[in-house]
């Protein structure tokens, strides 16, 4: 295999990691950018995007995460 880049997890926990893992092979079979995986991956904390946590309500759509 080839070296894609690095993909940092803001979540503890193994199963989180594996759950990256996942969504990482998922966006690559569907042709997204490894640069556009990692970046929502950063995003996240505790299974959440990084404002809603924050108190903001965002919501996952076809098209990424929409008000």
Same mark, same amino acid.
């Given at each position: 295999?080839? $070296?894609?880049? *690095?993909?940092? &997890?803001?979540? #503890?926990?193994?199963?989180?990691? !594996?759950? @990256?893992? %996942?969504?990482?092979? $998922?966006?690559? *079979?569907?042709? &997204?950018?490894? #640069?556009?995986?990692?970046?929502? !991956?950063? @995003?996240? %904390?505790?299974?959440?995007?990084?404002?809603?946590?924050?108190?903001?309500?965002?919501?996952?759509?076809?098209?990424?995460?929409?008000?």
């Amino acid at each position: 295999g080839r $070296v894609l880049g *690095e993909a940092r &997890v803001r979540m #503890p926990g193994e199963h989180n990691v !594996l759950n @990256a893992l %996942a969504a990482i092979a $998922v966006g690559l *079979e569907l042709q &997204v950018p490894f #640069p556009t995986i990692a970046s929502a !991956l950063q @995003a996240m %904390a505790n299974g959440y995007p990084l404002s809603a946590v924050a108190g903001r309500r965002d919501r996952f759509g076809p098209g990424g995460i929409s008000p």
